[in-house]
């Protein structure tokens, strides 16, 4: 049975905070002998990277792997802050925390995010934006990765609601492709206005 949208589920980066591995691959190439765009490619889609997101791996495992991969002249002390410093806040950034701020009056917040722990802690520490969600659903401790549809499999039982009571915003299509397919009221974020638009045409109260 629909009884409308109860809980509104927001991806994070790219959404919430920005952030660019271009950053931490430039500061990477100088230990190493591979460009800045292979170190890049290689973050963003090295099955090592998937394997940390999902916390099958710890952070010095991680690193051993990433070491040995790009022959790099690093230590882990000094690896961790280039890995970590690559998020920032935009002026989108904050339309949305806005946004969701108004959202937590009358729906329930959560987060799904790709997300492995040096990260969030990083973020934790820094960006004081996990405050405002409800549930926080992230990949390291689901042992999941988007786009298997077995995490938003496991964020339903956990809210205990329908596929058809859940708003759904990633700024990858792949992704919300995924949450499309079990029924989820999915969108591609692409911006604030667009946002609400999406919101407002499922009624979902967006002041």
């Known amino acids: 049975m629909d009884e409308g949208i109860k809980v509104v589920l927001f991806d994070l980066?790219?959404?919430?905070?920005?952030?660019?591995?271009n950053i931490s691959a430039q500061r990477i190439a100088r230990f190493c002998d591979r460009s800045p765009k292979e170190i890049a490619g290689f973050f963003f889609d090295s099955e090592i990277t998937v394997l940390f997101?999902?916390?099958?791996?710890?952070?010095?495992?991680?690193?051993?792997?990433?070491?040995?991969?790009?022959?790099?002249?690093?230590?882990?002390?000094?690896f961790v802050p280039i890995w970590d410093e690559?998020?920032?806040?935009?002026?989108?950034?904050?339309?949305?925390?806005?946004?969701?701020?108004?959202l937590k009056l009358r729906y329930r917040i959560a987060l799904i995010s790709n997300i492995d722990i040096l990260h969030y802690e990083y973020l934790k520490q820094r960006?004081?934006?996990?405050?405002?969600?409800?549930?926080?659903?992230?990949?390291?401790?689901?042992?999941?990765?988007?786009?298997?549809?077995?995490?938003?499999q496991k964020v339903l039982a956990a809210l205990k609601v329908g596929p058809e009571n859940v708003f759904y915003t990633d700024d990858r299509p792949e992704l919300v492709e995924s949450a499309q397919g079990l029924?989820?009221?999915?969108?591609?974020?692409?911006?604030?206005?667009q946002?609400?638009?999406d919101l407002l045409r499922v009624e979902v109260t967006v002041n």
Do not use: Q, W
């Open 13 to 21: 980066g790219n959404v919430l905070i920005d952030f660019d591995y």
């Open 53 to 78: 997101e999902e916390g099958k791996i710890s952070p010095v495992e991680f690193f051993t792997k990433v070491k040995a991969m790009l022959d790099l002249k690093l230590s882990y002390a000094a």
């Open 86 to 102: 690559i998020f920032f806040l935009s002026t989108k950034n904050r339309s949305v925390y806005s946004l969701i701020s108004n």
């Open 127 to 152: 960006f004081p934006v996990f405050n405002v969600f409800d549930n926080l659903f992230l990949s390291y401790e689901l042992g999941l990765v988007k786009p298997s549809p077995l995490i938003y």
């Open 183 to 193: 029924g989820i009221k999915s969108c591609v974020f692409s911006g604030v206005p």
């Open 195 to 197: 946002l609400k638009n």
